[in-house]
């Protein structure tokens, strides 16, 4: 089996340098490269998986991100995505806990979760008991703070238009993920339920809660319902909660994240954006939807 060592450098940066590139392809003995952006992003074809560890000491320290494929089924059917800090730039929940004056308290309990110290469910419900009697106005205060990620619509967009079924899959908030399936495009979304009584927070959220459980399930049975191989899918997150989901995706990418997560995955994107993944999977730039 064939496999592509791809390489990826922030957009705006464009350091991955015809030399960078010649440095790693003498160190993994590699093919001639195939340029996908230039300055951007490259393949190199190898006869067997590389070692990664070889691959980060050739890049010398370099911010390029590097993911190894097998060439066969690149272009993968099924997209499965968490939202906070990987579609999104930040934590939904903890932008509504600042309208509450307990952004620091609550993202501490965040980031321990996220790490895996926590158990994810517990870890949920303590967070949005202290949010108790926020009015509901406070969601889309916090709504006007979300940021995509760059290269989130593109990396939407382009599977989309090439076959593949588009998850979002959230431990947060339908308000939240409902508005950011919208705005990028996902084929469908699936996330928790924060209860209110129509003027405030109750301190509730609906049970059953999804967590990393639940995001393994809807990889594995959406791949079933649509007749898919694991093989065929990809699943992207940064927290413990999706860990489970990065494992069994035929490519799982720790996103920008923690480190137990980016330790756990066997592929990770430490600098690029969200179009790595769109490289990853032999998409050459001018097959990006912008």
């Not at 993994?28 to 300055?39: C, E, K």
């Not at 898919?228 to 927290?239: H, K, M, P, Q, W």
């Not at 069994?248 to 994240?257: D, T």
């Not at 592929?267 to 032999?282: E, I, K, W, Y």
Request: proline content about 3%; some cysteine; aromatic content about 4%.
């Amino acid at each position: 089996m064939g496999y592509s060592l791809t390489l990826i450098a922030q957009r705006q940066s464009a350091t991955l340098t015809e030399s960078v590139i010649g440095r790693v392809r003498s160190a993994v003995g590699g093919g001639v490269p195939d340029i996908l952006a230039p300055g951007e992003a490259a393949d190199i074809a190898l006869a067997a998986a590389p070692s990664l560890e070889l691959v980060r000491a050739a890049l010398h320290g370099a911010a390029i991100d590097a993911i190894a494929t097998p060439t066969d089924g690149r272009r993968k059917r099924l997209l499965i995505a968490d939202m906070d800090s990987t579609i999104v730039t930040g934590e939904t929940l903890d932008e509504l806990a600042d309208f509450a004056g307990l952004k620091d308290r609550i993202a501490a309990i965040t980031a321990r979760a996220m790490n895996g110290e926590l158990d994810f469910k517990p870890a949920l419900r303590e967070r949005v008991a202290m949010l108790k009697g926020l009015p509901v106005e406070a969601l889309e205060r916090a709504w006007q703070r979300v940021r995509l990620t760059s290269g989130a619509r593109e990396l939407v967009a382009t599977m989309r238009a090439h076959g593949a079924y588009t998850v979002l899959v959230s431990g947060g908030f339908s308000f939240f993920t409902s508005r950011v399936a919208a705005l990028c495009g996902f084929d469908l979304y699936r996330s928790n339920t924060l209860l209110d009584d129509g003027a405030a927070l109750t301190g509730l959220v609906a049970e059953p809660i999804l967590d990393r459980d639940t995001k393994l399930a809807t990889l594995t049975g959406l791949a079933a319902e649509r007749g898919l191989e694991l093989s065929a899918t990809l699943a992207v997150g940064d927290g413990a909660n999706d860990l489970d989901m990065l494992r069994a995706a035929g490519l799982g990418v720790a996103f920008r994240a923690k480190p137990i997560v980016a330790a756990g995955a066997r592929a990770r994107v430490d600098h690029a954006d969200l179009r790595a993944l769109l490289f990853a999977q032999g998409y050459r730039s001018e097959d990006i939807i912008a």
